[in-house]
């Protein structure tokens, strides 16, 4: 099988991960509650704004 990288994984090369998992844990605040990592909710973030998206629910729902 065939692997090609996205635009957009591209365009996530340009952060570099383990900071923003240095900056996230420095920045937390509260219990630790979630299901997704912090990485994938700012992927989907990231997507959701560079596909137009108005809202959450907007990206949830995707008709």
């Known amino acids: 099988m065939v692997h090609y990288n996205t635009v957009f994984f591209q365009l996530l090369k340009l952060i570099p991960r383990h900071e923003f998992e240095t900056l996230a844990k420095q920045h937390h605040s509260g219990r630790s509650f979630r299901k ?8 989907t973030m990231a997507m959701g704004q560079l596909s137009g998206r108005k809202s959450l629910r907007d990206i949830v729902d995707e008709k």
């Open 36 to 43: 997704a990592s912090r990485w994938s909710q700012f992927v």
